[in-house]
């Protein structure tokens, strides 16, 4: 499962490469490692054209995850005495989020799989885990050494049962696929959809209906280090690193919630087709 990522290119990249002509994120900086609920840019068709906005990284996970993680829970509780009312933890049970979606026959998935909750999701490099002297480091792969501007598949919506209580903010996902030779030597079960053709995401100026569900054959392996790693990559297992979010992490997601609420994208209609 990837749950790290890179995108160290900036906005106009993006701009350039998706055709995006419209964005709201502002001088988006170099961002070396992208953790699970933090925002990143993704690209999507709106009523006024494609646009570039940042979204936080997790799906709304499915009834199935929640009521498992409700019962771990309520286990914990229970092993320590106290009382318990099921229904109304799993009420408040924080959801996550899903960062890899994979079984997309899952009904869960169904009302997001068509056009209008697709999108692209920028990155210049993906990290998977690998064993290294007993020990669990990341591991890097791009296309390239020189980790070129590229995309996942992806899905996005705008609401999410978040630790906070929930939330109204723009949340996506990418799909999964099986791995390729040389990622599957990390990681067996799958790996992320990457879309590397121009007229996958630039041809037409909307995007087909029809999900690209190859991947990248030519995707291979750029930095196996627990050492220091290049443009600020961690050099730790992740979770004995702390994650700090971005300094601009509120006023971006504040941005986002208020260009919607100033009407510039209609959350009461589903937007444009977009691959």
């Known amino acids: 499962m990837c749950n790290l990522y890179s995108m160290t290119k900036n906005v106009d990249a993006i701009r350039r490469l998706f055709g995006a002509l419209n964005s709201n994120v502002g001088n988006l900086p170099s961002m070396p490692g992208i953790f699970p609920d933090y925002p990143a840019p993704i690209v999507r068709n709106a009523s006024n054209g494609r646009e570039i906005v940042m979204a936080r990284w997790g799906m709304p996970s499915s009834q199935k995850a929640l009521m498992d993680a409700t019962k771990k829970r ?119 959809v990457i879309l590397t053709k121009s007229e996958e995401y630039v041809k037409p100026k909307r995007f087909s209906g029809r ?14 280090k627990t050492l220091r790693q290049p443009e600020g990559f961690m050099h730790r297992p992740a979770e004995q690193v702390d994650k700090p979010r971005p300094s601009n992490w509120e006023s971006l997601i504040r941005a986002n919630r208020s260009e919607r609420e100033r009407g510039r994208v209609d959350s009461s209609k589903q937007e444009q087709s977009l691959c």
């Open 211 to 224: 999900f690209q569900m190859g991947h990248c054959k030519s995707l291979r392996l750029v930095k196996r």
């Open 74 to 192: 309520a286990e914990k509780l229970q092993s320590k005495g106290k009382p318990i009312d099921f229904k109304e933890l799993l009420k408040m049970e924080p959801d996550s989020g899903t960062t890899n979606i994979r079984n997309v026959s899952s009904a869960h998935w169904k009302r997001w799989l068509v056009p209008e909750h697709r999108c692209l999701v920028p990155f210049t490099s993906f990290s998977e885990y690998d064993t290294i002297e007993g020990k669990k480091v990341p591991v890097w792969f791009a296309p390239s050494d020189d980790r070129p501007l590229i995309a996942f598949a992806g899905l996005w919506t705008s609401v999410r049962k978040a630790k906070e209580g929930e939330v109204t903010v723009d949340v996506f996902g990418f799909l999964t696929c099986e791995p390729n030779e040389e990622v599957k030597r990390v990681h067996p079960k799958a790996m992320p």
